[in-house]
């Protein structure tokens, strides 16, 4: 790149999983927050089918209407100076090689396809620069039976879970062993989940034995692999990790999650405005601050993360107790990270590049 010129960025967003829409906000947030003296963005959607769509903006999903959100152009209409094109999956890995004019690729994937190692090992076999973790760290996180089997191993505090796979759906007797193991392990109420996912899709707090094999359908129906987890009573924070691999780890602040009038943090609290209480920095002493700081540190140590991860914990009256992590965490304008980033001095346009600057540095 010549002296002077501006760094191409490929902002890659949406995705064929169900976190599409969410995707396509954080991407639009980070093509907004790039100074264009310095930085020529150039989004690359995925659209649900699969299709990669060079230089153009997509249009703002309904989630995305945040006050504040203005669009730098208009939904459809081409960046200045990129041609609008489509292309295949093998098309859009030699558009975006170096050598095509791309410097950094900023994954805003989430989900599986995006968040799982699975874009990430195409980028790394082009030899292409990109946000985030690799790949090995970004198919551990994504699994979150794996993760915790991991961190437990570490001495880590987490859930107590019981796994259910697609294939107990095959009969009604399967079905119904796995459900009286929950109920004998867990007890009620316990949490459901996908055990590959996010944006709490699929997820439910189930209270009752006759909720347990509709919520398992529902989580199966996000993925081949549920997960019955433990429910814990507390207070419920996440803390953000800028850096790692070759650069220093630094812990954000905690942000205490308070759902408005929910059950817990489900899709509708982190992705409507005024759904959710967010408060950064938590309400809470700072030796727990400084204990889940520690523990979202070795969590992402740990798994091999870098550039970014967010982890989530329960704050319960023994302790912490580690629920998951995210590597391509949120970039809406409702997102924990990026307010988070901002508690600490990092506003989100500083935040952006400090994760190009970061992908650029990998070792």
Not at 46 to 58: H, L
Not at 128 to 154: E, H, N, W, Y
Not at 166 to 181: G, K, V
């Amino acid at each position: 790149m010549a002296v002077g010129a501006r760094l191409h960025v490929a902002v890659l967003m949406g995705g064929t999983s169900a976190e599409h829409d969410v995707s396509i906000c954080s991407g639009l947030n980070v093509v907004d927050a790039l100074d264009v003296d310095r930085f020529e963005p150039i989004p690359v959607t995925i659209d649900r089918a699969g299709t990669w769509r060079f230089g153009v903006r997509p249009a703002v999903p309904s989630l995305a209407t945040a006050p504040g959100q203005v669009p730098v152009f208009k939904a459809g209409e081409s960046a200045a100076g990129v041609p609008s094109a489509s292309a295949t999956t093998t098309g859009a890995f030699e558009r975006l090689r170096p050598d095509q004019g791309i410097d950094v690729v900023f994954i805003a994937l989430h989900g599986p396809g995006g968040e799982d190692g699975t874009v990430q090992g195409m980028l790394e076999l082009a030899g292409i620069p990109f946000t985030g973790s690799g790949v090995l760290a970004s198919a551990l996180a994504m699994d979150k039976a794996l993760t915790k089997r991991l961190l437990r191993s570490a001495g880590m505090p987490v859930a107590a879970d019981v796994l259910v796979p697609a294939t107990a759906l095959d009969s009604h007797e399967q079905l119904q062993e796995r459900i009286e193991t929950i109920a004998t392990d867990l007890g009620l109420p316990c949490v459901v989940k996908p055990v590959a996912g996010g944006s709490s899709l699929g997820t439910r707090v189930v209270r009752a034995s006759e909720e347990l094999e509709p919520a398992l359908r529902a989580a199966l129906h996000e993925d081949t692999r549920a997960m019955a987890e433990e429910f814990l009573s507390g207070t419920e924070v996440t803390c953000g990790v800028l850096g790692g691999g070759a650069q220093p780890a630094e812990a954000l602040p905690l942000t205490e999650i308070v759902p408005v009038g929910g059950e817990f943090f489900d899709f509708h609290a982190k992705y409507t405005v005024g759904a959710c209480d967010e408060i950064t920095p938590a309400r809470v002493p700072e030796a727990t601050v400084q204990r889940v700081q520690e523990l979202a540190l070795l969590a992402h140590e740990i798994l091999g993360c870098e550039g970014m991860s967010r982890s989530d914990f329960i704050l319960c009256p023994h302790g912490a107790v580690f629920l998951e992590t995210n590597t391509v965490p949120g970039l809406t304008q409702t997102s924990l990270l990026p307010q988070a980033a901002a508690v600490a001095g990092i506003d989100f346009p500083q935040l952006v590049e400090r994760l190009i600057w970061l992908a650029l540095h990998r070792c």
